[in-house]
């Protein structure tokens, strides 16, 4: 196999229809006569649905159908949504139900649907839906989510307590007692949402005749809403086919089946006519999983020179109202502590505790960048201590690169032991160091004072488990015209898929990326599939795509041999052709081996050859492949309105083999823009009671192109042994360390004034009242 | 998020689009619609009549003379792109340079923006700044209203039901008043947290003759400082007087909503208002500053 | 609440439809004339994702009503290339990679195209400014601006040739 492909920076093969208007995203789906759905929230945090009055509603015009839980299928009334991922840790596995019934456990919760001619009037309609609630209290904050006397998030149970659990190894009493030094703090970590540009968006069909559904969603995991819904309507999986078209992104929270991909597939069935939800922002801001709330009450013990000899504290996650993906992502976090760093005792007590707010989901990151704060936050702490450079202590404890693999002592969310495949972590942070000429960095500050400005420099590492498995499967065949047509279970948000499948199966079949169809996202093109999400996508459809190219590949080969009558490692397949090598004229075209072998009577396959071109493959990793990388930020700091410019971001970076440095690079950059927006400007803030306060794009700050820089990348390339391709997940690591690394240059910028930078977001106000009460406290002395 | 419904009325003359104000219940003009159309998408405007006044004749254009006189319909663009009026007061364009974003500015107009009376916006800003007069006109004539009683509430001007803004006139300071508009957002276009918009302009003694300081997003409405400009007047507007202006800036009340809290708004107030005036100070072109 | 009749030429193609007062630009183009290039990410006039051009000005097409495009010359993402061929600037989008799921790339594309008619030697810094009305989630924006730099002179060749 040649690899003209692999590796290079190939454009993408989405982006002639995306840039032309001919995308095709769920919303832009027309099928005839369809209708239009608008959901009635629940306008308080917490409270129980007295009486609910449709009449109204169902009188309006254009109206065909308002449903409320009462109205749902009887076999519903106390059924939840699928709780996809189970642990023993979870006390109360609770989840939404497709309709709230009796009681509303968030602000934003779906009460009752409404389907109309088209959703201007389904909204008219939804407003007389008259809905009685009687508040309940609500549990706003996770930190007195416990208290004895509180109130309940949830009144189906008996405490907040969602879950509980403990990870440790090495004898941590020991390491404290013997410790030189101990950092102790506690870092508050505020949530925000994923926020696609594309809301969710869901398209449901109902063929009457065969008795069988078509739902298209702008989801992360078509395989997962199909079994959601195969589960709740009790129905065959031949009856139910999901597809992901285009998606406008999705960063985590589009990977949930969400009770709307339960509902509106039943109000098609229930009409008999196509019926659409297109999720408006405000219901993004108010529905859609969001991400981040967690409490470290954290301890590190270090030797007198500066060594780890042990982490432990506790961490309190804030799951909201619901656990729809269970415990990943603080059992994430919980496991991401450590980083790459050689820590030799650990113990970590976790809580997960519900409050009356969204759900919680995987969200760029998921759990990650919480504990790679608290990890960092703590060496910079160790730091300013000892005396040390911030890079030197982190030299002293990173992981060796000939102690790889490297067991942590932990257990990874995919049940193997926690092992770091291969990296060399002191190269790359010296390629950050390097990069951003951190050594040079005293001189630029001192310039920059004398002109009256505040700059800072921060540092941070991070090691993330990428390419979970349980497998993905992939189909390669050869297609009459010629080209080759590959299907995967997988689902693409942007991330550019197809591309980087069809580089991979370019290269086994020596055609041109543009021979290449892929179908993605489709349930009907692969039996089983998981999901685009934990940056998993390359490592395992990657790996599926390789094999069944490489057996494909191989079997036009033999066909090719026997034809042509050659040796079969005389023949190689390029441009369309197998030919025999180093000879002239002998060769045959893949549409000819393609109507060969499509049954062409007085045509016998070679002997041992099956019938259909077409290969197969699953790709089930052993374990997690670890991608790390090393991220360094520059920041100019206002210390008096508290304004944060990211004025040079430097990201080193190591993902195993590149197979597409355009498309990593591409992620890479708009990770760490997400990464800015979590460490300085998107707060998702709700009141005393609960309600959200930040439910528009005015409120809620994403970051434009004002506040990113072009992030300067580098890349190293440790191969993982764990898949043929050698490869590890990308699609993450812009945003995991870049909170934490900003904070830190937030608080190098501000150490004229003693800051210390504990929480994030850091928004404005937060930094310049630190300032302020820093020069206040300076000034009373 | 779509808006609830309304019938739609073009008219075509300033007399046609007054009848229609005086005669359609539930109405409400549409100019630029920046805001408004926002508002009804998200249903927390609802009217049932839309009077759009974008073809009506007659409403648009900046005419400069002593004072300066700009059309109720004319476009933010507009306004940011005359030559002629960022040469005679270009706090304008530097304040206008802040609204909004190239498509909104495409959209967007000076009467549009005071009839809505966001607190924060930077062109009702400046209307409080420069001593605004609002003209407005309804079946029962022409009437002005200073901008000091325009706004009677939030989100509410000082307008009766009938009556429509067809332009507002600005007292420009002196020629040769140094000047300055800052905000703080931390995107640009947003809405600022607190603006503060200041011109000085200094007697041939090199003197504060005439100081002008505005806070916007503070309050329901634009907040002129008089205190702090009486304080300033007859100083050479020294740090000292500045510091002491910046003072008063910074203990106005100010509100708490999801962008900021009060206590933050003022300090905002405070250290906008000094860097302002600093700025104002080293832009004047004349009198004995140095 | 009758609806209004209209007549608007959308990429040079005149069309007439009756539209309900309350229907804005944006869901016209996309349900009324099925040209779902434009896309909607907030319909509160922030992201940006809907904007298209009006008589040549980029505006937000949730912002304006469908009513008031009567008579106006409208331009969506649809409307920029050539027959089978993409213009320097969605070429330049391909090739710095500005786009990865594609929904925030319409109005992108459409901003810019104002934008660099006016600017056509941008300086980096004007651009970000200016593109702070479009926001995109996924590209962190680096290739969006580079796109721009290097699309920037190739449309004013265009331009210039075309007249």
Redo the contacts between chains.
Sequence with gaps: MTTRFFGARVQRVEDGALVTGAGRFTDDIKLKETLSAAFVRSPFAHARIVSIDASAAKEMPGVHLVLTAADLPAAWRDKRLPLDVPAPAIRHPLTQFPLAADEVCFCGEAVAVVVADN??LA??AA?QVMVEYDPLPAVVDCRTALAPDGPLAQTSVADNLAAKWVNEYGDIERAFAGAAHVIAEDYFQHRGTGCPLEPRAVLAQYDRAGDSLTVWSATQAPHGIKRAIVDMFDIADTQVRVIAPDVGGGFGPKLLTYPEEIVIPHCARLIGRPVKWIE???EHMMSTAQERDQLWSVRMALDADGRILGLRGTLLHDTGAFLPWGIIMPYISATTFPGPYVVPAYRLDTSVVFTNKISTSPMRGAGRPQAVFAVERLLDRAAQVLGLDRAEIRRRNLIPAEAMPYKVGLIYRDGQPLTYDSGDYPQCQQMALDTADWAGFEARRAKARAEGRHLGIGLANYVEGTGLGPFEGATARLLPSGRILLRTGAASQGQGHRTVLAQIAADAFGVAVDEVDVEVGDTASVSVGVGAFASRLMVNAGSAVDTSSQTLALKLRQIAAAVLDAELDDIELSGGVARVMGTQGGQISFREIAKMSSGRPGFSLPRGIEPGLEATSFFAPPQAAYSNGSHVAEVEVDP??G?VKVTRYVVAHDCGRVINPLLVDGQIQGGVAHGIGNA??ERM?YDEAGNP??T?L??Y?L??A??VPNVEIVHMESPSPLNPLGVKGAGEGGTIPAAAAIASAIEDALSPFGVKILDAPML??TI??LV?NAQAQKDAR | ????????H?PATRAEALDMLQTLEGAKL?AG??SL??M????YAFVDH?I?I?RVEGLAGIALGDTIRIGAMTRQ?DILESPALKARLPIVAAALNFV?????R??GTIGGSLGHMDPAAELFGIATLLDATIHVESRRGPRDVAIADYPQGYMTPGLDPDEMIVGVTLAPPAAGHGWSFLE?A??????AVVAVGTTLAFDSAGKVADARIVLCGMGIAPLRLAEAEALLVGTTAEPEAIAAAAEIAGRQEAMSD????E??RR??AG??TRRALTEARARASHGKVQ | ??A?SIRVTVNGTPFEREV???T?LA?FLRHDLGLTGTHLGC???VC?AC?VLVDG????G????A??ADGAEVTTVEGLAQVEQLNPLQEAFREFHALQCGFCTPGMLT?LM??LEEHPEPSEEMLR??L???LCRCTGYAGIIRAAMKAAPLLKAQRENAA
Excluded: W
């Excluded at chain 2, 909004?100 to 909104?104: A, E, I, M, N, P």
């Excluded at chain 2, 999801?258 to 809290?261: H, K, P, Q, T, V």
């Design positions: 959703r201007a909204e008219d407003e408006d922002r405000r008096e309105t304004l300085i400007m803030r306060q930040t528009s005015a409120d700050l970051p434009d004002g506040n404005p106000e310049a009242m302020k | 998020m779509k808006a609830a419904r309304f019938d739609y073009r549409l619609g920046q159309v926002a009804l998408n998200m249903r839309l759009d974008n663009r909004g974003h190239l498509h909104t495409n959209r703080f931390q995107r640009h276009g947003d809405f999801a962008l900021a809290s206590t933050y300090h905002l250290v906008l | 609440m009758s209004v309900e007062p309350r804005h869901d319909e509160h006039g940006g904007s000005r980029a505006v937000r949730c912002l304006m009503l009513v008031q901003t104002q934008l400014e200016e702070s009305g479009n």
